[in-house]
């Protein structure tokens, strides 16, 4: 069957393909990224998520942001996983990563904070105005303990953007961006079985010189008195000033405030406001005006990162750009469109690195195209949003509801059935 975005019968068909992939993935109070690959609750996946099951349940919604919180540390970090329950599918587990619980809960690094966005669009969006004010009231403190851990613990000399200390802090985890980053020399390690390779094939995935480095800068910080932040920031051999983790905590920190004041807790305003006047300062170190696009900053050498990749297009989302940057950046992303069939490939597809299968190294992620849509429609670019949207209603109806797409042929690519590829689906593409 042929099928045709703009169909209602396709739209309708996919809707409810995507309920059933919530619940199907959902373990009880909180939802696994894709059944096997992904077995536990992921940080941002959940916080997107929540707004997929906020379309048909909204109860679940407000639960599944609760119970990523319910592994927050104490100094207010979130963690990247929380390990609710055991399995033997993914690599590395709670037996590796061992922080200080006897059974490990958690990692013990973060991922982009995507979740105040949510508890926003959340009570923005409820049926049910008493439930929505009674969990973002309790959630509120949470969010900010966060929030404020991000700039203590990444931030110390309080330049308004943040350092991510591993690869899998930025959600983008094998981007060629962190190429030059990742160039530290690696520890001896023991001997270590991937999981990921018995789900999805060898050519979509990030290779072994890159597990090795993801390993080494996990155990060293493990053996940091169980990864303390204060100095974790000091002792790690990759610091980088992130584009996706920096560009979401600006947002985020727009819709923290907006919490603030709804729940009447002008207190913190002032604080929020600081962080969003230095952060505003911040990306303009960030701007590459030869490529067009705005780079991430490897702290360790203060050099940009070469590689034009998709999240130099997130300060539309962000909201930091001017008038005149934001048409330069639409140009640039026009100039990526035209080389590939569908949009917005993770990285500059004239670029030799640029490999349409692997990963975060070429392919299309459904999460980005919102984000990327959302900031050129508030910049006014509207066609141009509608353009990515139609792209992302393409891919997952024609190709079906997985992790990532090949930009190149439209295939769909990583996991299927893929949580939040179907939460976009429901509270974005519908
Ligand atoms: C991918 O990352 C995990 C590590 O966190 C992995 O590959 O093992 C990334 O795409 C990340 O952004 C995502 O949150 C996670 C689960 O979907 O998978």
């Known amino acids: 069957v042929q099928l045709h975005p703009s169909s209602d019968d396709v739209r309708i068909q996919i809707v409810e393909e995507s309920m059933t992939v919530l619940r199907h993935n959902d373990l009880g109070g909180y939802t696994v990224p894709a059944h096997g690959l992904y077995p536990f609750q992921w940080n941002w996946d959940s916080a997107i998520v929540a707004s997929g099951w906020a379309v048909f349940d909204e109860a679940r919604a407000w639960q599944e942001i609760e119970s990523l919180f319910s592994g927050q540390w104490e100094d207010g970090m979130v963690p990247s996983i929380v390990f609710h329950k055991p399995s033997t599918t993914y690599f590395p587990g709670p037996e590796i990563w061992g922080t200080k619980e006897k059974p490990s809960k958690s990692t013990g690094i973060t991922q982009p904070p995507v979740a105040a966005m949510s508890v926003r669009f959340l009570y923005e969006h409820a049926d049910d105005p008493l439930l929505a004010m009674s969990e973002a009231g309790k959630l509120f403190p949470k969010l900010l303990a966060w929030h404020r851990w991000f700039y203590k613990a990444r931030d110390p000399f309080n330049t308004g953007v943040v350092a991510i200390l591993h690869p899998w802090e930025s959600g983008m985890d094998n981007s060629p961006a962190w190429d030059e980053p990742m160039r530290f020399p690696v520890d001896n390690l023991q001997p270590y079985v991937r999981c990921d390779l018995n ?130 950046l639409v140009r640039t992303l026009e100039q990526w469109l035209e080389q590939v069939k569908y949009g917005v490939p993770s990285m500059d597809p004239a670029d030799p690195r640029f490999e349409p299968l692997r990963y975060w190294r070429g392919p299309v992620w459904i999460i980005i195209n919102w984000m990327i849509s959302n900031g050129l429609k508030h910049y006014g670019y509207d066609a141009l949003a509608n353009r990515i949207k139609d792209h992302s209603i393409a891919l997952t109806s024609e190709s079906g509801l997985f992790e990532y797409f090949n930009p190149v042929t439209g295939e769909g690519e990583g996991g299927h059935d893929f949580s939040w590829t179907a939460a976009m689906s429901l509270a974005w593409m519908d």
């Not at 170190?285 to 991430?296: H, N, Q, R, T």
């Open 199 to 328: 789900h999805v094939h060898p050519e979509m995935r990030p290779t072994k010189e890159t597990y090795d480095h993801y390993l080494t800068l996990l155990y060293r910080f493990k053996n940091a008195n169980f990864y303390d932040p204060d100095k974790l920031y000091h002792i790690s051999p990759f610091r980088v000033t992130d584009l996706c983790v920096n560009c979401i905590l600006f947002r985020a920190n727009r819709d923290l405030r907006w919490l603030a004041i709804k729940l009447g807790r002008q207190e913190v305003v002032a604080e929020i406001d600081a962080w969003l006047d230095k952060g505003f300062q911040g990306f303009e170190s960030l701007w590459d005006e030869e490529a067009g696009i705005y780079k991430c900053r490897d702290q360790i050498t203060g050099k940009l990162c070469p590689a034009a990749i998709s999240a130099g297009f997130l300060p539309l989302f962000a909201g930091v750009v001017s008038e005149k940057r934001a048409a330069r």
